[in-house]
Each structure stands twice: as structure tokens, then as C-alpha cells.
């Protein structure tokens, strides 16, 4: 069994209408909870890895509900900070055809964003870890959680963890007076593994490759030009989405490992049951594939973007599939059929 | 800002079972409201335009719940008439693939289709407005309600208001003794603008081109001949829907102005979640458009074809889509993302 | 009106996440009844056909609601067992894009299952019957279930009713001692029609041709070799699917006479609501063609396939759709406008 | 098993908003059926007796669904006519404590309320019978309604049946033209069994007992006077009911056979899940115990009594309850503990 | 018809899970929006009074929802400050027997507490108004809420409108800095008309009386301490609350007008349906008696009394009962027949 | 922190219609999970006791749901045996009023009752446990489960740990041969601490007491009776209930410590949410009482009353209150204020 994992970031109720209502139509909302990180440590503790997710949450009865949906999939909360004023909301408009979805966050002043420096006891909580994962959107959050990142960051290396990183740009964030660009370079300096998608490095490092080459090659170049940033980098994972509507996308990504460059088949979804996750579903798939067998690059990356395909049709932010269903999609077995 | 529009015509309580499930399995159904011309209006009171309807509700809580419903998307209801014995119903079962969508009318003997000469005070329902919308549904009701439809045209000339009618030809309807044959075209003669597509004049007027002709051409034609036997027309507007499945249809629109034709793209929809409306929601849009801006008719035709198509993906009779909802599809943005 | 039809097989309890949750998300489950036999059954009666379905139930209110369920379409239940220790039940998870559905059986020990020779009086099942019904469910679920099945078939042939078998097979049953390949060939050989696929011919009878032919060329050559080994055979009818996801499918069938092969026009079915009880749906179909007009079988089968085609779109496993319905699809009306 | 029920009236389709949502707040309405004479009906078929319901519906999805309801009750529908406009609704809002339950009745012009003398045929309805219930609802309906009731009485007195009537004054019906108390006393005079309470025989018929006095006794009273104007009469029962609240009542009854006065006990409900139907149930149950044991009237009356008094704890119109469950009641069982 | 009442304070999304469920249980909540100043808004409204509700809703889905929730009922939003970060939110457990209700409140940073002094045209406001109504919750929520509330009470008093205070205390509020004891008295000074309990008066001002007494007793001296501190005060109104458990409650109050001291009768109200928003009802109902009927306050009183007993029985937090509904309470009719 | 619990038995699905309706009625079911030993183990863990609980689960998503209901919980899972055949189920049907609640198991073969002797390494399972709690339902279930009873006593009374019993008779089980009294006298004799209530003990061990006496004086009888013939126990905890209504009980209970014989107060709890898991909620309290202060008795059982109290309000299975609700509640605190 692979060592522990440690996942850091803000975990969210999100409130969605039922169905494809409105938000100024709903009389009751679907509750659920999910934030990027949180969604890869319980993707990964699904599929058998250990990990343990570092976040804070109030001590009420909406942070006690959080703790307990992360808790019900095996995710250890044993280094959670509680307290601070309030559970971070997310409330989600889930689109169609040309209608695409939509998020309010209402996350300012929440028990995440008021943690600070000194709360957490990150010797600690690395002690019997092997990896650490944190994404774009703590630094986002605040001057204290863009802290507190550094903080963490800062531990992980010295204590020899391997240290992934989502870019996660989200433009409605990064509000507390600095921009991603003059936060996410040094932060991203300690990182060995780098997931994202051509237009968040863009938005973050102002990398961009000629729009009339093939999308699999521009990523290639953004690869290359992203460890001669940042050397420390070994591995970079992109997505590759088709947004052709809110309910048909097309779905793949490619891999670079500092001399090998993969690409995985593409996956046509032309119904899509809920988008939010995908990505988070991506960075997993491709963690647990490093950890369990990191000389099959070709196969990590394909688990990862079948693992991340197979999210489009599970209601929530956190994947809920097996290794074994993700597998029988790899094989091409034909969904079509009813498994009895 | 513009002047006040004016909708007349029946509201109805519509009743549906809740997903794809057939009346016959219901347990539960969905309450919503509407009716072709307030649909019309919601939209445009939504998109900032003071509008009135004009109705029949019975005094009991279902006429109040239906005025309360159109009451908070800030349509004006100072001329509703109170009184008659019930609120007209209609139950929706939504079709899904090769199973096509069904309504059932239950809306004779409604307070609406009792409606009588003399119970509508025109001259001051018009006394501060410039446009008058009304549809081929309220003749149809009853020899009442084409009295009033009559009553109130007479008025609405008078005051030197523009009209518009959308013909909304319904088979089931018109059982009162005359046919629509015989009833609209002196309504019709009326009208500055008409709406339609190409069934619903041959349904009403006879008017037919051969089927071996590009459809945009078509419609050219049939407008052509339409503004010959109404010579008060200016403006001519139809839908152009190809109704591939239950679920899936293709949606465009032409206009004629008396001079220039203007055709707007075509979109695909494969995933409708309410088509009920659609035309109301292209009414509403050209409405909006010759009333923002009479000389750019190419972007009223868009922004109509544009709002309804997004229509396609609300639940409900009524539009419910911002004006930057409906630009930022008119400039191709791709919904396939989720805007946070 | 045709003679009676004799249906016989286990009704289970249905329970499904609602929507497209999977089941370890669920705090709610839908609630339906179904099972091959009375599938059937629950069609044939809505189409005017008298049926009586032979099953055992339990004495408690499940048995009561399932008795319920069925006796609201009008099928006989006169001589249902009532006794036993459990309803069967079974987990529906509906599947989505790539991801499949899935059942779990929890059907053993079931009152059905339990069933034993000497328990239906057989002789006046058949009193006035002119057609029976079975499928190699039954067999599978029991030895006892295996016994009963043939004692109703030897009472069936005695009683010179035509015998109709769907050999439905199903991996995860057939647990009880004897495979499927040791126990049809004798049932099957009480049969004059016969239902399946390719699939089904192949895991219970070995048979199989080549991949590289067309699909109902192979079908064609498929019936042939059926009706050299069960010569009592004088119909073979053939469902084609093409299951290119979970909620995409296309759709056809194919119908053999002994003589003529005839084979259906292939319907494309992008969104499927419910894909459970398709198959019995398309046996309906050809039963109730062959009832109705024995002499134009291209009818039956083209009437079968359009059935089936509208059950993809009706939730729970019966099929419920008029036979006008099913005629406005064979006569190719659209089913993207809306019936009023 | 005893000899027939016939049963006569009108089945609405019910309307209601969950919990104790009121009707202007509602976005889904909770969907059953009923009408006072089906739901005796429903009673007696569940108890094993066989009925008969002779009502008038829409040949569509509406008057499908309600007459499926209708068959999973056992409830034979031969005599069904089918045709008219509309299916009768009635909208209904739960009450709470000091706001008391409201029904908006919306029959008016239904497939019942046009029926006509002929389209019945009574004989043939009759044939098998041995009872025959209608209620005073019916004649309230329509000038039609009523003779068409007129119509039934004098084929089943001819063919010798006993006729039982419930009073169920409603003041919001009888709007045709004549009043109950011109109308009623002419078809009261065809019967053998009375049902109502004291306020119905005040409103229909001017009878009143002074107040001072025990119910029971003004009952008793009332009852002679009763049998004074209409000789039939063998038999009148009359429910007494304390109504505290709209979730708690008191309940209990009398019976009066010509010369022996019944007194049931009084059972105490403090909360109530849906008080519609309670007295239908109560017809049921006397109904129930006259043809099961003519000779123990003490039991019929207090079978009666517990058999509406669970009817408070059943959603929707009918009852649904077996005879085990009111025996136990009757003998005072504690529903306290949870049967397993 | 009365002059205008304004009502000024913050409006909430109200979240709360369906039934009896707890928080950490749900997976939907149901939604509604409410606010103590607002719901007397919705109250007056229905019942016939013109009234601007004056706050501050952030310019998005949230705020619209909430805008059209409010507009539905007529309240006038001309004055609405959009703008702000979020919409305050509150989360509800409903209590049952002996688990009370439970609120977290969610509402620090909204948009309505950080409305600022000069955001508001006051004077515009109250231009056509006769009556300005706030409440205690204003001044705790934040420094800038109080002293918009300074701002707003000395433009009315300049206006000479009545003004009229609801203490509203709550103790999880007022964290801003200074206490409702420092706060309240100043701006308690300029009210015409009180609104408290016992409690209330207590926590803000440290008025006590000895337990030993008689409620109502009590109340009447506490009416006096108040006018003596408070001399501008003409009119004082308690609520009696017996809180028996979470769904049985006692109910009453009391009004003092300077003069005479008035008593309603007891309401027992044994099972509760929603407990929110019952003060702010009771002072809507004096509100309406003060404006249509100065003359009569014993019948204010109870018309008060009366109708916050009704609002127990409504789900959400703003009352929906009409005029006639809380005199048909006033008169004793009892609840427990269904109106039909 | 106290010491490690074990419990053991089987955990269900729990599957209940909505609301009030029946079983029959149903369309959809609230599913959650419980069984007697789990419930005490949620509550305990909630609390934060350590827990670990035993028992064996089917490898599919229904086992796996079960799982991650408890672990949400922090109950321990280390030691469940996957396999066997099928998860138990059981159907209830919430009573009302006079109609009492129901209980519909279908748990025979289910994976839990074909657990064998052997498949659970108990001495691992007590290796840092201090107490084990078991209960008369799990020897009721099979030959197989009760034999795994034994020798799980067995090691744990070797292992010195303290063990409990819940007699908890239930008359519809006990049939694979030999009776409660039978076999359960063997295996309570291994016990310390016994939990029950009368008619427990005289069902299972024929203990009876004359009914004129006061309740908790016939307790005390009982509970010396049982110390004599079961010498080991050192304490007896027994429930009192009041079976009023299925919504309507009184509650409290006695503890007898062998010397001292304690009685808590009688809560009335006129409105029942859920009746299911109180008594388990009642041993929980108990146990958590003995553990955290042996010394005061009085307080462990007035614990176990209001907790147990306290759980009648929440829905399903298992107790989900905190320390501080419940002591709330002993101090008297009124629940009919809302806590904000």
C-alpha cells in the first residue's frame, strides 16, 4: 500500500437548484460538499490510498455535516483546525445545451480564509506522508491562506514529500490584493508535480502558444517552457476539454514527464450529468497512478482521463467510481449494456 | 426607457409530471403559470421594459397565486379583472426522444374565456402605453373573448398604439363556431407586426409555397404575400424549427420589414429541457429589439432567435434570461464552461 | 378480441436512485414493480388483450403493493400463489454517458423462487387461454422455478396453446446447480416462437456466427440453425441493439417465419430515460402483431420495434404507451412539436 | 362472499400542496383521486366485497389515470361511460391547528356533470346487484346529474335492491337551479339507509334537535323524525364528530334501526394526517357490517367508527386499511408499539 | 385606504431541511427568504397596506431571488440599495417535542450590513409615507446598520411620521463593539409605538419585574417603566409566549396605550408548523389595526394575536393569511371542518 | 478518554414511504440504515467514545453504502467481514394516531446471518477493548448467528472485558428452531450489565410480576429476580414506555445497580418523529454514563432518558444528539424557543 497522501484547501457546502432550474426559480436547493482538494483526497481514499485532508471548518453543525460526508469515504480529518466564523458556500446553476452553468461562491471571511500561520502543526501532520497536494485556489483566498500555503509548502520540502500542485485559476477569486502572477511562481517553485490546462497557464504565467497547432502540441511546447521556469518540475499533466455546450463536452489530457510526452484517446459526453469536479477527478487519477506504478506514464494518464471522464456523470463534486469501473472503461467495454 | 407595452390574453396553471414521467404514472405534478402573451410579457419586464397584462383571474387562491407569479418578475396587473369561476388549467407531459410532448387543455368555461364586452376599461388600460400584443389563442377561446379581442383592437388603433399578433394557431381550440379562417383576418388587419411560422398561416390563411424551396425563401415569399392581404403590416417575423426529436430540434428565425429579409443562424439544441414558450420567448425578443433599437433589425432578429433559444433550457412557460445572458450567446461564447 | 394470453413469471420490487445518482449516494429510492413475464403482460392488456399473469407473492403488503401495481392496467391475477417469505427485489442504478447501469439482484429465496410443482393448477390456468409466455428467467432463478416452468410447459403443449419463449439470459443468475445450456434446450423445445438476441443464442445454445457479416444476415443464419434444432419453432424474433453508451442507443429487430426474414428499420435513440423493459416491450409487440393480423408479420415487427423504441423513454420496466402511439411513430410523425 | 355493491357518482382527480403548504405557495401539488361514493367503493373492495363503480369519465390521460387508480383497488369499472370534457378536480389545503382545511371544488362542466338519462344502462349495471349507494353530491352536481340519480333509484328499487344514500350537504354545490331541500326528499324516499350527521339533516331537511340536550340523544331523536318522513328507511347512521382543531377531532357514531339506538365509543384524534373520506370510510364500514352481519348492529356500528377513525391517518380520499387493522383497533390494541 | 408604511432591515435566504430532519442530515434544504422588518412588510402588503421595504440585496441571482420573493406579494422595492458582497443567509432546524428549533445565522459581511450612511435618499423614502417601521436586529448587526438606522429615524422623525420599533433581541447578534443596552435606548427615543416581550425588555434594559405575578401584570408595569424612560412611546405591545416544547405552544399579548391596558384570549396551539416569523406577524396585526381602525384596540390586539396565531401554521417565515381568515379565527369558527 | 467499545450485529437498509403514507401507497422510500447494536454504536461515537462495530457486510454498493453511513459517524469498521450473500433490509411504515407502526423484515440469508464461527478473529477485535455490547437479536437470527454469539462471549469474558446485553425480543424472529428462552439464558449468564424492559424479560425468561403494582416496583422485583438467576450482572437498566398513540408516548426508565434501584423522570412526547432506535439510544446512554462517571447512577440514567427522550424527534435509526443537547434538556431548558 502506497504512503499517505496530504490534501490542503477549503472544503464548501454547495447549494444547487434541483435539476436544470434556475437558482431564481429553486424552492429547495441539493446540498452536497466539495472543494478541489478535498475532491482528490476523496477520490484517492476510494481508491485505497490513505490520505489525510488539512482544512479548517467551524464548530457548528454545517462544519460538523462537511466533516461527516468527507469522513463517510474514509478521509482522515484527524489534523482539521476548527473554528473561525463560517462554513465557505458555493452555490451552483447547473447549465444546458447553450445555457452554460454557473457559480456564485460566497466564501469570503470563511473559517479557511481566516486561518493563519501557526494553526496547523505541519511536522505533524507530514510525519508518515509521502505526498502533498495543494491547488491555486488557497493562495486565491486570501493573504492568510496564500500565507499558511507557503507555510505548508515550506514543511512539505524540507521534510522530502513530493508536492503536486493544481493551478485552478479562477478569476472571481484573488481578490485580497495580489494576482495570481505575483503569487503562484514562487509557490509553484516547490512543486515536482504541476496539473492545469493551456488557459490557467496562460492566466497565471502568460504562456501561450500560436492558437493554429494542434492542441496536444501546443501543450507539448507550454510543457517545455513551464520546467524551464520552474526546474524543479518532473511531471505536468494538462486537460484537454471540448466545451461544445453544458451538456456535451469532449474530454482528454497528455502527460510530459521532463522527456516522454503522452497523449490519451478522446472521450466524446455528449450527456453530461455534472461538470464540476472534473478536473479534481484528473489530478487524482493521475496521483494514483504515479503512486502505484510510476513506470507506466502512458497508463497513469489514461486511468486519470477515464477516471475524470467517468465524473461527468456522478451527481457532486467528489468522484465516486471504482478502479475497477474505471479500468472496464479503459478496456472499452460498452456501457451501453445494463451490468446485471 | 421605453414606453409601457401592453399583453392581453389568458394565464393558465400548468401541471406537469415531474422529469419524463407519462400523466398516467404521476403522483406528484409541478406547478407553474402562463400563457403566450404573458410569457411575452414576463420576458420583457425582466429585460427592463414596463409592461401590462391584461387578464381574467376568478377570485380564489389560485387566480391569487397566479397573479403572485407573474407579479415578481414586475409585470404590472392594475387591469386584471377579478371574477368568473375558475382558472384555466392545462396539463404538460413532457415527451422525451421519439416520444413527443402532449398537453391537455382544461381551460373552457375559464374566467378568462367568460370574459365579456365592457369588463375592460381600454382607453385607460392604453392611456400610457405605445405597443399592443395580443395572440391567436384568445379568439380562439370563445365568441367572448374574440368580442373582446375585437373591443380591445378598435381601442388600441384609436390610440395610435403599435400592434402586434402572434397567429399561435391551436387545432384543439377554436370550437366556438367560427374558425379561425373566419375570425382573424380582420383581427390581423389590425396589426403593424405579426408573428408565426409557416404553418400557422397556412393553417389560418391558406397561404402556401411549395415545399421544394429553401425554407428561409419560403418565408420570404409568404411574407411577401401576407403583407399584400394585410397592407398595415411592417413587420413579419417567423420561427424556423426542425423538430428533430422530443429532445432535439434545430431553431432559427427570419424578418421581413417590408423591404429587407433578415435571417439569423441556426442553432442546434440536442438537449431541450422545456420547449413550451419558445415562440413567446422569439415574440418577446424582436419586441425588445424594434423597441431598444428600429434600425438594426439584423441584431433584434438575433437577440429573438438567441433568447429563445436559451428558453430551450428553462423550466416553465416564461423566459428566464438576462439581456447579457442573451448577447453573450449572440457573440458565441461557449457555455460548455462553467462561469464562476 | 383474441383469446387470452397466459404470462408466468417472478414480479420484483424495484428500487432506483432517483435521477442519476448511484446507490451509494441515495437517501431515496424510487419505488416500481417489474419482471420479464409481466412486462409483457402489463403491455399486451393496455392494448386490449386479456391477460392473466401467474406469479407467487408474498402475504404481506409488498406482495399487496405488487398485486397493486399490476391489477391498475388490467391484468388478471386470479391465480396468483399468495404465500411464501419474500418479494425478489432488485437495485437499479441508471447509468449515464459512459458510465453503464447496473442491477443487483436480491431475488433468492423469494416467494417465487420457492414456488413448487403442484402449487398453480395449471389445467385451469389454461381454461381459455389460446397463448403462454414464459422466459429463461424462470428457469434460472430455481431448480424448483426450472420444475414448475416445465410442468406449465407440458400442461401448455397438452393443452394445444402456442408457446412463446424470450430466452433472456442473465449471467448472475443460473446459480442453482444446472447451467442455462443443460436446461433450455428441452424447455425451448416446447416452443413455437421464440425471443433473444445473438448474445442470448450464443450463451445458451453455443451458436454463433461470423462477426464479419452483417448483422441480420448473421441473425438470418442464426434463426435457421435454431429451427434445425428445435423444429417445433415457427417464429424467431431478434432484437438489434447498438449500445454506444448509456444513454445512447440504436435500435432495431429482425423477425424469421421459417420462411421469410424480415427485418425493421433502425431507430436512433440519443436519450434514453429507461432502458429496463425494452426487450419485453419489443416481445409484446410481435405477440400482439401476431394476434391482431397474423399475415403481415412485416407489420408485427415494425409495430414490435416502434414499441420498444417508445419504452426507452418511459420510466419503470412496463411499457406504457397507446397502440396509436406506437402507429404515429411507425408513420414517421415528428415527435419534436408538441401535441395540443 | 356477498352478493354485489353497485356504487354511483362522481371521481375527481385531487390537487394538494405537500405538508402543510398553502395552495398559493405551492410549486408541486400531490396527486390522488376520490369522490365520496368511490371511495365507499374503494373500502368495500379492499374488505373483499365486490363493487361495482358506475361514474362518467374523459376518454384521456386524466380520466386513464383515474380510472387505474380505481383498478388496483379491485373496483370493477364495466359501466364506465366514457366521453364528456373534462375530468372534475377539487384543489385541497391541508389545515394546521386554528387554520382550518379548504377544498376549491373545479367539477363544474365535467364528463360526470353532463352525463345523461340513457347513456346509463341500468338494468344491466343492476343485474348481478344486491346494493346500491349514491350520495347526495350527485344531484347537487347539475340539473342532469340529478336526473340521472333519479334514474338509477327507480331501476333499483324495481329490481329490488337496498338503497343507501349518504346526505354530504355541500353548500358550495347545488348552484343548478334547485335547492337540496327541493331536490332531496324525493330521492331520500327510494332508500333503506341513511347516512349523514346532524348539521347535513338540518341543511337538507329543516330538522332540528334543541341544543341543550346529549348528542346521542339529539340524534335519536332526529332519527325518528326521520323514519317519520321517509317510511323506507330501515336503517340511519350518523357520524358525530368534535372538530377541536384542524389536527384534532374527536370521532365516534350512532346507528338506528327502526328501533334499537347504537352508541359508539368516542375515539380521541390528535393528530390528523387527512380527514377527507373519514366518512365515507364510515359508510364503508356500516355498509361492510349490514352485509357481513346483519344481525350484530352494535359491531357493524363500532367496525364503522374504527374504520374512519384510522381513515384520519391514510393519505388521500380513500381508505386503506384491512379488517384485521380495524378489528385491532376495535379491541383496543396499543398502536403505541411498532408492529415487527 | 392608508398611507404608506415604510419597513426597513435586512432580508435573508432562509435554508432549512425538509420535515424534522436535522442539519447534519440533510441533503436538500428547502428555501424561502425572510427578515423581522420584512415579513411585517409581506404581512401589510396582503392585507391591503401600500409599503416600501427599504434594505440592501447584492446584484446577483441571490439578491434577484430574493427581490422577486418580496415583490410577489406588492411590496414596493423602489428603494432597494443593490450592491454588496453576499446576501445574509440563515440556516433553520426545525425543532420537534423536545429537541428545540436551532438558527445559525450566516449574514456577517452581507450587503445590508455593510450599508453605509448616504446610501439611502431617506427623505425620498418617506416622501408619500405615514409610518416607518424598524427593528432591534438593525442596530446589532453592524456599526455602519445602527448608524444608518440614527440616520433613517431622525429623517423620519423630521417627517413626522409614527415610528415603530420591534426590540428583537438577539443575543448571537450585537457583536460589533457595543452592546443593545448602549445602543437601543437612543434610538428607542424616537418611537411612537413598541413592539417586545418580557424578555426582551429585560436583556436591553434591564426592566424586570418580580416572577411572582400575574403575565399580564406584569407586562402592564413593564409598559409603564418604559413610558416613563421613553416618553415619546404612546402605544406598547407584548407577546405571551408559553413555550411549552418545540411544537406546543401558548399564545397571546397585550397593548398598553398609555392609558388602558388591553388583554387577548389564550390561543392553545398544539402543533406548530413554523415558529419563525409569529412576533413579527403579531406586529403587523397591531400595525394594520392602528391604521384602519385607531379607535378599537381591543380589536387591534386581537386582530394581532389571531393572526400571528394563524402564522404558526405556515411554513416559512413571512405570514400568508387574509383579513377575513384571522376574523373568522376572531370569531371562533372552529378549524376542524374543511371549508368547501 | 475511555476505553475502546465493541459492539456486534446486523446493520440494515431501512427503507420507509415518506411521510405518513402506507407501504402501499408508496412511490418512493427514505432509505438509511440501522440496526439495534449500530445504533448504540453511533450514538456512543458521536459522543466520542471509541467505538469499533462487528459485523458482516455483502461486497457490493449496498454493503458499502451501509459502511459509509457508520463511518460518517466515526464508528470503527477494522474488523467487518465482507461477503455473504445480501445486505438484511427492513420496510417501515410510520404509524399515526390509532393506526400503530410497522416493521417488514427481510433479513433471512442475509450475509450477517450466514456469518459462521471462525470469520471473525475476535481476540484481535478485544485486544484494546474494554466493553462489548451485543443483543438478543443476533442469536434470534440463525443457528450460524447465534453460535458466533457464543464464542464471541467467550473470548471477550476471557479477555476481562465488561459485556452488555439488550434482550431486545422480537416475537417474528426466532425461527430457525430453537426459542428465545431456549438460548438465550446461556448467553446472558456471561453478561454484567442486562438492558430490556418487562415485557422482555417475561417473554424471554417467563419473569412476571402482579400488574396492580406500581410500574418501577415491579421493575425492582424484576430486576432482583433476574440477579438471582443470572449472577454475574451487576446492573439492570429497563425502559418505561407509555404506548398512548403511534405519535403519542410517555418514556422514562430504572437502573438497578444490585443494591440501589434509581427512577428518572417521565418525559410526555406528544409528537413522535421516530420511534426506531430509542430504546438503543436509552442502552447508549447508559453505557456512556457507566463509562464516563461510575459513580453517579442517577445521572447515567436520567442521560439515558432525555438522550433516548430526544430521540424520538429525529429521524431514522440511530440518535443523533450531542452531550450538551442532551443535558440541556435534563436542566429543563424550554425547547419551545428557538435557539439563535
Known sequence: MPDKVVTFGEVMMRLSPPGFLRLTQARTLDLTFGGSEANVAVALAQWGVPVEHVTRLPD????????????????????????????????????????????????????????????????????????????????????????????????????????????????????????????????????????????????MFGLREPENEDAADRCHRVCKALAERFPKLRTIAFTLRGALSATHNTWSGVLWDGGDFYVAPVYDIPFIVDRVGTGDAFVAGVIYGLLTDRTDLQRALEFAVAAACLKHTIFGDVNQVTVAEVERLMRGEQAGHILR
Request: charge should be negative.
Open 60 to 203: 457548528n453543525d454545517l462544519g460538523q455535516a462537511c466533516a461527516q460526508f468527507l469522513r463517510q469515504f474514509g478521509v482522515g480529518l484527524e489534523h482539521v483546525v476548527w473554528g473561525g466564523d463560517r462554513l465557505g458556500l458555493y452555490f451552483l446553476e447547473v447549465g444546458a445545451a447553450q445555457r452554460g452553468g454557473k457559480v456564485i461562491y460566497d466564501r469570503q471571511h470563511s473559517s479557511f480564509a481566516t486561518l493563519a500561520r501557526g494553526m496547523v502543526d505541519w511536522p505533524a501532520v507530514f510525519a508518515d506522508a509521502r505526498w502533498f497536494h495543494w491547488s491555486g485556489i488557497t493562495p486565491a483566498l486570501s493573504a492568510n491562506a496564500a500565507d499558511v500555503c507557503q507555510e505548508a509548502l515550506q514543511v512539505a520540502r524540507a521534510s522530502g514529500l513530493t508536492i503536486s500542485c493544481d493551478l485552478n485559476y479562477r478569476a472571481t477569486l484573488w481578490k485580497w490584493g495580489r494576482s495570481a502572477g505575483e503569487v503562484m511562481p514562487e509557490l509553484v517553485g516547490y512543486c515536482d508535480v504541476l496539473f492545469g490546462n493551456e488557459e490557467n497557464v496562460e492566466q
